[in-house]
C-alpha cells in the first residue's frame, strides 16, 4: 500500500535533547512538509521540500532543521533551541508543490518534552 | 499573504441535523481550496476539493461552493451522522497547504 509512515507515533524527550522525527513516503512524490499541530491553532508550516536536496522555511521553522538527500524521506530535528516543542508533528507529501495539488499526511508524531 | 478564517467551535449536532461550517479565505491568485478531515488521534484525510471559482466540491454528502465573490468555502450536509464527529479544517493552496483552525464537529445519537 502506498502511503507516508511516521515514527515513532509518541515521543517523549527530556528538555534540552534534539530529537528526530522519521518521515517516509512510497508515493514518488516530490514534494513534502512539515507542519506543527497544536490546540486551537490548526497546522503551521515547519519547512517544505519541493525537490531532493532543497528545502525551505515555513511560517515557524525556528528552532528546527530538516534534510532532503533521498526522494522518500524527510526527516525533520526537534532541536533544543525549540522553545515549546511539545505538539503534534504531521508530515505530508504532494506530487508537487503547486496549487490544486492535493497532499497526503501520515499519521503524526506526538512529541512531549519533560 | 494567505490566510483562512473557520468560526469559532466546538459544534454539537443530533444526529440527522442540518451542518454548516463557515470558511473565509484571503489570497493572491487564484488558490484551490480544500476541506480536510481529521478523526481522534490520526492524521488528516482529504475530503474535497475545488480548484476554480463556481466549482462544487462533495464527497460522502458534504458539498462546499467556491464563491470568489464571498472568498469563502463552506462546508454543508443535509444530515450528519455520529460517525462524521471529528475535526474539520478549511484550507488553501497556493503551492502549499495554508489551513484554518479547525472546528470540532460532534454528533449525538
Known amino acids: 500500500d502506498g502511503g507516508i509512515t511516521q515514527s515513532p507515533k509518541y515521543l517523549f524527550r527530556k528538555e534540552g535533547q534534539n530529537v528526530t522525527l522519521s518521515c517516509e513516503q512510497n508515493l514518488n512524490h516530490d514534494a513534502m512538509y512539515w507542519y506543527r499541530q497544536d490546540p486551537g491553532q490548526g497546522l503551521r508550516l515547519i519547512y517544505y521540500?519541493?525537490?531532493?536536496?532543497?528545502?525551505q522555511k515555513g511560517d515557524i521553522a525556528e528552532g528546527y532543521s530538516v534534510s532532503r538527500e533521498k526522494k522518500e524521506s524527510f526527516p525533520l530535528t526537534v532541536t533544543s533551541a525549540q522553545k515549546n516543542p511539545t505538539a503534534f508533528y504531521l508530515c505530508?507529501?504532494?506530487?508537487?508543490?503547486?496549487?490544486?495539488?492535493?497532499?497526503?499526511f501520515g499519521q503524526g508524531t506526538r512529541l512531549t518534552v519533560v | 499573504g494567505n490566510s483562512v478564517t473557520q468560526m469559532e467551535g466546538p459544534v454539537t449536532l443530533s444526529e440527522e441535523a442540518f451542518l454548516t461550517i463557515n470558511c473565509t479565505y484571503t489570497?493572491?491568485?487564484?488558490?484551490?481550496l480544500f476541506w480536510y478531515v481529521q478523526y481522534p488521534g490520526e492524521g488528516l484525510q482529504l475530503l474535497l476539493k475545488a480548484t476554480k471559482a463556481d466549482d462544487k466540491g462533495s464527497n460522502k454528502g458534504f458539498e462546499a461552493t467556491y464563491r470568489k465573490e464571498t472568498t469563502s468555502f463552506h462546508l454543508e450536509k443535509g444530515s450528519v451522522q455520529v460517525s462524521d464527529s471529528a475535526v474539520y479544517f478549511c484550507a488553501l493552496s497556493g503551492g502549499w497547504l495554508t489551513f484554518g483552525k479547525g472546528i470540532t464537529l460532534s454528533v449525538r445519537p
Open positions: 505530508a507529501s504532494s506530487i508537487e508543490a503547486a496549487p490544486g495539488t492535493e497532499a497526503f
Open positions: 489570497a493572491t491568485g487564484y488558490p484551490s
Open positions: 521540500s519541493q525537490i531532493v536536496n532543497d528545502f
